[in-house]
């Protein structure tokens, strides 16, 4: 009996270590033939020529502040529903801008476009489950690709996005623009600064009641994606910046992450309520969230709902070791106050906090080195989420003509996107502990700290 005893609690023992042991997420050898395009630099291009795919709500914006873009050119449009890709060429001509060339009427009319000859990017704003087939068809003929959020949403897409980026060197970017709001500029200018210390913690989130649009997406495809997918769908708007603030796969990497979810208590009333008949295996959670430890022990919180009335948050809070930044739900910002050649440890507990207009105006003190007063005129004009688009589409094109690295590269894309497979794998296997891949396979620690680049 006390035998049986001892072999029962040492096989429970086993269990619950192998239990919390993080699953190992394998890294693909890379194929021969190939190296990192960590850092890639293309021939500079005098007016970069676009092709867009997917004209829907995001679609159509894209092509009109690309028009706005000094060297940008829309000369292809692409949508499988004619009607779109007709207001946006009389979008187009509404700006003096010359016809574009027209795809549309088949669900693939999307490879003619990567196949014209005189096209140089290929911008795609379709729902998720063409982003990745029209971007390897688009790399593997020869263009450059600017993808929309979330890029991928599975591990096998993820790779073959890095390895078709790496097999052909071209430039595979995700439009994250949340990277290029006002306050995150700032914020990343701050922190650069040294003003609050070494950044430890950061969280991001997505926090969106998307309740007034879920029937406005072509063909329910949002929703779809939230019934047959668990896991944080949406996270790459709340880990972008925050990566670039902790400087991923520029010193530090994601090592391991833990997610957990709730029960979809809304969504699968959501079904209900949309197509009159309930939805009993509604898959994603109201509200998920992921846990990341980097390398260098710092961590960062990322969550996602889109489910429940609620403000729109981002979260964006940066914790440092000497002071904090946070976005929501009121800019806040607060410094250790030292006083001139005092030793730190003598001024713990004595920090002083700005709110709202105060905390607005001392972050102007750090001024992102991409902006300046015109471009930030302009993009205010131009607008997209209050302009942060327009710098997005400026900073791609501004790169692409002058032959430089892009500020969001393949890897950045990988890194912000594994979260939805790898909270997933987590959620379904207990909210055990998964490995994050490194997907520069050894290069992470290569550069030193985020930077933008410039021509000279
Ligand atoms: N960055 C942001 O702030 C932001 C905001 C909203 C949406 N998005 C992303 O933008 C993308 C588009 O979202 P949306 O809101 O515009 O959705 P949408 O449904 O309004 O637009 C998608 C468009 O793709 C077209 N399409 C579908 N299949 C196609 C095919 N085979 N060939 C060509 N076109 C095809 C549809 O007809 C539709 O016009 C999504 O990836 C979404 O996650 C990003």
Excluded at 75 to 96: F, H, K, M, N, Y
Excluded at 141 to 162: F, Q, R
Aim: with cysteine; aromatic share 8%; net charge negative.
């Amino acid at each position: 009996m006390k035998r049986l005893f001892l072999l029962i609690t040492a096989v429970l023992l086993v269990a619950a270590c192998n239990n919390s042991r993080p699953i190992k997420v394998p890294v693909p050898a890379r194929p021969a033939g190939q190296v990192n395009v960590l850092g890639l630099t293309c021939d500079p291009l005098e007016t970069v020529r676009i092709g867009v795919v997917g004209l829907g709500m995001r679609g159509e914006d894209a092509v009109v502040r690309l028009s706005y873009v000094p060297g940008a050119v829309v000369t292809a449009l692409c949508d499988i529903v004619p009607e779109r890709v007709t207001a946006s060429q009389q979008a187009l001509a509404g700006l003096g801008k010359p016809a574009a060339r027209e795809y549309t009427g088949a669900d693939d009319a999307w490879k003619a476009l990567c196949e014209q000859e005189d096209l140089d990017l290929v911008y795609i704003c379709t729902d998720w489950s063409h982003h990745v087939p029209v971007a390897l068809y688009a790399m593997n003929h020869g263009k450059h690709v600017a993808v929309e959020v979330p890029a991928a949403g599975t591990l096998e897409d993820i790779w073959a996005l890095v390895n078709t980026a790496e097999r052909t060197r071209k430039h595979c970017i995700m439009l994250e623009n949340c990277c290029y709001d006002f306050f995150e500029l700032s914020t990343l200018a701050m922190v650069q600064s040294g003003a609050i210390g070494e950044p430890i913690h950061a969280e991001g989130a997505y926090l969106h009641n998307l309740d007034p649009y879920w029937t406005r997406y072509q063909g329910n495809w949002r929703l779809q994606e939230n019934q047959k997918h668990r896991g944080d769908l949406y996270p790459t708007h709340g880990l972008g910046p925050v990566c670039q603030v902790l400087n991923i796969h520029r010193g530090d990497r994601m090592k391991t992450l833990v997610a957990m979810d709730t029960e979809p208590f809304n969504g699968g009333r959501l079904s209900e309520r949309l197509y009159d008949k309930p939805d009993e295996t509604f898959a994603a959670g109201d509200q998920t969230c992921t846990l990341i430890r980097t390398e260098k022990g710092k961590t960062i919180l990322v969550e996602h709902c889109v489910m429940t009335p609620r403000p729109y948050s981002r979260l964006y809070q940066v914790v440092g070791t000497d002071g904090y930044a946070a976005k929501y739900p009121v800019p806040m910002l607060c410094f250790r106050e030292f006083k001139e050649g005092q030793d730190p440890a003598h001024s713990l507990g004595k920090e002083k906090v700005y709110r709202n207009e105060l905390a607005r105006e001392r972050l102007a003190q750090y001024q992102s080195p991409i902006l300046t007063p015109e471009l930030e005129a302009l993009a205010k004009e131009v607008g997209g989420h209050g302009g942060m688009d327009y710098i997005m589409d400026y900073r791609m094109i501004y790169c692409l003509r002058n032959g430089l690295p892009m500020d969001i590269d393949v890897y950045d894309l990988a890194e912000w996107c594994c979260v939805t497979p790898l909270s997933r794998l987590s959620i379904e296997n207990g909210n055990r502990p998964v490995e994050v891949p490194d997907f520069t396979r050894g290069a992470w620690n290569q550069k030193e700290g985020f930077s933008y680049a410039f021509a000279e």
